[in-house]
């Protein structure tokens, strides 16, 4: 089934109206399981994609040295920690604490992506991925 949310897949597996999903939304998985659904996250022992939030500020930004503090502050063990704590999301910084029960990022196998190695299977992969999933 697609879907164009990534909150959908997780609540549908929790409801039971699928058994399996495969999306990105670990942190959406966690946190109906801290809920009490019965769902259980697997990482494939070939590697789990690892999809990385990116920041930042723009050259033009309207008040960038505000920009440049908020943005301190979105790295710092704080932010990070509230992140994880009420998002259910990953951090890489050092100081900060996984929610008990689940599986350290360094226990799980991450795949690697080459940007100059994909880029130019890009169009042969979407055409493969309307061929499997008829969208």
Do not use: W
């Not at 909150?7 to 399981?33: T, V």
């Not at 920690?81 to 259910?88: A, E, H, L, N, S």
């Amino acid at each position: 089934m697609q879907v164009q949310s990534a909150a959908g897949p997780p609540k549908k597996i929790a409801l039971g109206e699928r058994s399996i999903m495969m999306d990105g939304g670990e942190n959406l998985a966690n946190l109906l399981k801290d809920q009490g659904a019965p769902v259980e996250i697997i990482y494939p022992a070939e590697g789990t994609p690892m999809v990385i939030g990116p920041s930042g500020v723009f050259k033009a930004a309207p008040n960038p040295n505000a920009a440049r503090l908020f943005q301190s502050y979105c790295f710092s063990v704080e932010a990070q920690q509230f992140i994880i704590d009420v998002g259910g999301f990953r951090s890489v910084h050092p100081q900060t604490k996984e929610r008990a029960g689940r599986r350290l990022l360094a226990e799980i196998k991450t795949m690697k992506d080459d940007p100059d190695v994909v880029e130019p299977d890009a169009d042969k992969v979407k055409a493969r991925y309307t061929k499997i999933f008829h969208v």
